[in-house]
């Protein structure tokens, strides 16, 4: 198979993030478009109920929990009411998860070059940062923006949005280009550390999991398992921004003077928990989304090795 021979010609082409020896660009964008567009069709529904969950109040709350809130949604909308909102996710997945892969591996080879060695831990880290803040202006806040605002108004008794390109002209037309810039400060703090997490622990749990092995492409279970467990950690580490940066971008933006005082009010109105709301979806969410992102990229640059040849 393409896989299996191109396990044969990696050493100077493939290994995982961060390892290795200057890979070619394009392909990293195109390997991780790829990635991108097929996980978020996966993963969804548990992004659509974290929302939810984070945008109501702690005083009219109208669900109890994410089991509630999914079953609450199909029995209103239909299964596919919880895939409400998802075009513009999905048209913007593609950029974002490109941009990403393809941040990190400008940045390592900047730090590397062609040398064939492998990032520090510091390195992996600061690369790692790198491909979430560049992720976060050019793809992420304008997307998740929009997607916010789909979510939240397909909540309304009569949505306003009639589609994608309703929406977002729509959006643009009241609000300006900025508009879709709205929570920038909270989404770069939030894409920076979750990347910086994220690249730097798949790479150790990959290294752990391999050992003294001599290999070159890993097999499913592990990238599944490593990206899991990179996914987790960044849920951990960083929910409390993803709650600010979704009320800046939700349609009540405008009770907040800005991520500060959007701070303020939550701690003040709800309590310190509510910087954890749906944790627990978010969690699902994002250890299925990393999992499969890394495992798509990987074996997807393997593809590309096997019939591009650079």
Same mark, same amino acid.
């Given at each position: ?58 005083? !009219? ?177 960083? !929910? ?71």
């Amino acid at each position: 198979t393409p896989y299996g021979r191109a396990v044969d010609v990696l050493p100077d082409n493939l290994h995982g993030p961060g390892k290795g020896k200057q890979k070619h660009l394009g392909k990293a964008i195109i390997a991780g478009g790829i990635a991108g567009g097929i996980e978020i069709c996966i993963t969804f529904p548990t992004e659509y109920v974290k929302t939810q969950l984070q945008l109501q109040a702690r005083g !009219t709350p109208k669900y109890n929990g994410i089991i509630h809130c999914a079953q609450m949604t199909v029995k209103e909308y239909g299964f596919f009411g919880l895939y409400k909102g998802l075009s513009p996710l999905f048209w913007m997945s593609i950029p974002k998860v490109a941009v990403r892969f393809g941040g990190f591996e400008m940045f390592r080879n900047l730090v590397v070059g062609n040398t064939g060695k492998d990032l520090t831990d510091g390195q992996q880290l600061l690369c790692g940062l790198g491909a979430g803040v560049t992720e976060a202006i050019f793809a992420v806040t304008p997307m998740e923006t929009i997607k916010v605002k789909f979510i939240h108004d397909q909540t309304l008794r009569t949505p306003r949005y009639k589609g994608f390109v309703h929406g977002v002209s729509t959006i643009i037309k009241e609000e300006g280009i900025a508009g879709t810039y709205k929570g920038l400060f909270p989404t770069i703090l939030k894409q920076g550390t979750n990347q910086m997490i994220r690249f730097y622990v798949y790479k150790k749990v990959g290294e752990w999991l391999k050992g003294d092995q001599q290999r070159d492409l890993k097999p499913p279970w592990e990238t599944m398992f490593a990206g899991a467990v990179a996914g987790g950690a960044s849920v951990l580490g960083n !929910t409390p921004i993803d709650v600010v940066k979704t009320r800046m971008q939700g349609l009540e933006a405008k009770n907040y003077k800005g991520p500060i005082d959007c701070c303020v009010q939550i701690f003040k109105n709800e309590g310190p928990m509510a910087f954890y709301k749906g944790t627990g979806a978010r969690l699902m969410r994002v250890c299925a989304d990393v999992a499969i992102v890394f495992t798509l990229y990987e074996y997807t640059m393997a593809g590309l090795n096997y019939v591009w040849k650079t």
